[in-house]
């Protein structure tokens, strides 16, 4: 059986209940303190909206401040 799951606690005291249960060979503690990667906001979310999306939304939001700065 090759169940892998990444399981993020919340809680101290999970981590001594995930070590008896590698103690009684329910599971096997792979690595600790795992850092996930950070991915950049630009990677993302490249690709979701169209290109003429974005620039309706670009347009949008300088009208928008315009406004704002016109008050």
Avoid: C
Avoid at 26 to 35: S, Y
Avoid at 44 to 63: M, R, T, V
């Amino acid at each position: 059986m090759d169940n892998t799951m990444l399981i993020q606690v919340t809680n101290q005291k999970a981590i001594g209940l995930l070590h008896e249960l590698e103690e009684l060979q329910l599971i096997k503690v792979i690595n600790e303190n795992f850092t996930p990667t950070k991915t950049k906001l630009s990677d993302k979310y490249k690709g979701i909206i169209s290109k003429e999306k974005g620039q309706d939304l670009n347009d949008h939001i300088k009208q928008m401040r315009s406004e704002w700065n016109n008050i």
